[in-house]
């Protein structure tokens, strides 16, 4: 049960700004219980797509400050960005499990006001899909090369 919390926390940590590697403890993890792979997938899933939804509520709270004299983007960027993402950005989120730009992408779905649902559908698959490929790579079902 600690080593699921483990995988949880570290996935979690590692959808937000934190450099962390969660791939690294599922792989462990999968070495060690490679029949508990399914549980490890969903729970490592679970913190990755929480972590995510930590950085859209951020983003959120972040546009809420747009009208202070310090904010770092005038009215004109911020719908012009609105604009921008409408047209690309939900479709962006199917990059959010990539490392370096994934968690960014996250935060400005926020800020973007991305409808929650299809933010949670877009994340949900896309870091589902980079732990089962990991998972599968890791227990040799799948050889990219």
């Known amino acids: 049960m600690l080593s699921l919390w483990a995988l ?3 996935a979690f940590g ?3 700004l934190l450099p962390l590697q969660s791939e690294a403890v599922l ?3 999968l070495l060690r219980q490679p029949d508990a792979w399914l549980t490890l997938l969903l729970v490592a899933t679970a913190g990755n797509v929480l972590g995510s939804v930590v950085n859209w509520l951020l983003g959120r709270a972040i546009e809420h400050l747009r009208h202070r004299r310090w904010f770092p983007f005038s009215e004109a960027q911020l ?3 609105q604009a921008r993402y409408r047209r690309w950005g939900q479709w962006s989120l199917l990059l959010s499990w990539m490392p370096v730009i994934g968690d960014p992408l996250t ?3 926020g800020v973007m006001r991305e409808p929650f649902w299809r ?3 877009l994340v949900t698959l896309a870091k589902a899909g980079r732990y089962s ?3 599968m790579i890791t227990l040799g079902w799948f050889h990219p090369w």
Do not use: Y
């Open 79 to 81: 719908t012009r960005a």
């Open 27 to 29: 792989v462990g993890l």
């Open 107 to 109: 935060l400005i779905a």
């Open 119 to 121: 933010f949670l559908l």
């Open 8 to 10: 949880f926390l570290s």
């Open 14 to 16: 590692a959808a937000t």
């Open 133 to 135: 490929v990991v998972a």
